[in-house]
């Protein structure tokens, strides 16, 4: 089974005034709600960095209630997340791919049970800058040619089939990759390789598979070559795609902008994966989906926990830092503040029991 991820948001405004740093560290003072709360400590998470914002907006939602707590988050990055999860020098994780087979037995020689839950969910947008064209419609199949460089014009036909009253030039088609791993990447091919398989040829891997084209560090430097380029194209964690126009995804016989409500459907169509333990909630997407209204290139972060720490006060503080992550207020807190897609209450039900399993087995 391949793993999934999904990685979105949506425009940032408000997560600009966090103040995000390299290694976000909320610790404030405060006289805000439940400020007696009776949690003290220090917790210390790392991985995904498309979760930077929204841990940062947790962080301070969660201290204003407990104002002698210290949460960390260092956005290294998923691969980095997870090493350090199943390695023990972290106390949470964040990851936008669940655990593969080996990560997932170290990670149950060092927690006994695993506690693997999706808590951010975002689009992935497809964004580009073409003189004289706003909008455009594209279907999973024009995409994968798109990125795999058998479509080279933008008045192709087969693009021009799905916009018939747009004006579309004889500019080439500038496709813009990331140069470096990346989970977006991961969660763009596997779009692909579901959605377009007959014209997607390469293996899923966060590591683009194409050469040619453009390639850019991160997700700023995706965004900043597609806006400073000419029938350029590109995809980025919605979040961050500001001005730039976007593609309506073909999903069935319509066609589907990004937004938190579609990226959220996917949650509903997808399977959770079986046989990873009780408290593994890793999902198979339903990239290939034809539900209306859906969007399909998402990225699914998820938080990784375990049922047993050596510390029982840190198992204490990881608990109610998830019951925040995940609670009504966490969930609105992120999609305000990283422009996440909230989780259904069905899905927040579903997870309580996991969540009322972290420290289960802890030590003294």
Avoid at 316 to 334: H, I, K, P
Wanted: glycine share 12%.
């Amino acid at each position: 089974m391949q793993r999934h991820s999904l990685r979105l948001a949506l425009a940032l405004p408000a997560a600009a005034t966090l103040a995000l740093t390299a290694c976000t560290a909320v610790n404030e003072r405060g006289d805000g709600p439940g400020g007696g709360s009776g949690l003290a400590g220090t917790i210390s998470g790392a991985g995904a960095s498309s979760q930077e914002a929204a841990q940062a907006a947790w962080q301070a939602g969660f201290v204003e209630s407990n104002p002698d707590v210290t949460v960390n988050y260092d956005p290294i990055g998923s691969g980095g997340g997870r090493e350090q999860f199943v390695n023990g020098g972290s106390d949470f994780g964040g990851t936008d791919a669940y655990l593969d087979e080996q990560e997932l037995a170290g990670a149950k020689e060092r927690c006994g049970q695993v506690v693997e839950l999706p808590v951010y969910v975002s689009p992935v947008a497809i964004v580009f800058n073409l003189d004289g064209v706003d909008t455009l419609n594209l279907g999973p199949e024009t995409i994968a040619k798109i990125f795999n460089q058998d479509i080279t014009t933008w008045n192709d036909p087969e693009i021009a089939a799905d916009n018939p009253d747009a004006q579309l030039p004889d500019t080439p088609i500038t496709p813009v990759n990331r140069s470096d791993e990346s989970g977006t990447t991961e969660n763009f091919l596997e779009y692909l390789s579901a959605a377009a398989p007959d014209a997607w040829p390469h293996e899923v891997s966060g590591d683009w598979p194409v050469a040619g084209g453009e390639a850019a560090q991160g997700t700023s430097g995706v965004v900043q070559a597609v806006r400073n380029g000419n029938g350029t194209i590109g995809y980025a964690d919605a979040s961050r795609a500001g001005e730039l126009s976007t593609v309506s995804v073909g999903v069935g016989d319509e066609f589907v902008d990004y937004s938190p409500d579609a990226a959220a459907k996917v949650m509903e169509v997808s399977e959770r994966i079986e046989g990873r333990g009780e408290y593994s909630y890793a999902y198979d997407l339903a990239r290939d989906t034809t539900e209306s209204g859906t969007y399909p290139i998402v990225l699914v972060s998820y938080a990784l926990a375990c049922a047993n720490y050596d510390d029982s006060g840190k198992a204490e503080l990881v608990r109610s830092y998830f019951e925040y992550m995940l609670s009504a207020e966490g969930q609105d807190t992120a999609a305000e503040n990283a422009g996440s897609a909230p989780l259904s209450y069905t899905l927040r039900k579903d997870l309580e029991p996991a969540v009322a399993a972290i420290g289960s087995g802890s030590g003294s």
